[in-house]
């Protein structure tokens, strides 16, 4: 029986601009088969909109939570949003 669908909203706070963190989100994700799209905010934070499994999200989120090797990740808040936009096939960064 396939995992239900979920889509979440998460946001990085911490040291996670100019470590490689949207990348490392990006290629976790598209290993997980998780799609939407990750980007840098003004407020030094990092958003990602993601929609997939719940068990491959679930992973994606503990995976935002340790972060790359330069990152120092404080805090990944996560909201649950409804899907009423389609997103991108892949994760894609902006």
């Keep these: 029986m396939p995992d239900e669908a979920v889509r979440v909203r998460a946001t990085a ?3 996670v601009q100019m470590v490689g963190y949207r990348a490392f989100v990006q290629r976790h994700a598209q ?3 998780v ?3 990750v980007a840098n905010r003004p407020d030094g934070s ?3 909109l993601m929609e997939g ?3 491959a999200v679930d992973e994606l989120l503990d ?3 340790q972060g790359p090797y330069h990152a120092d990740v404080e805090a990944v808040d996560v909201h649950p949003e409804p899907a009423t936009t389609p997103l991108p096939p892949t994760m894609v960064t902006a």
């Design 46 to 48: 990092v958003e990602c």
């Design 53 to 55: 499994p719940r068990t």
């Design 31 to 33: 290993q997980l088969g």
């Design 35 to 37: 799609r939407g799209r």
């Design 13 to 15: 706070r911490g040291r």
């Design 63 to 65: 995976l935002m939570r």
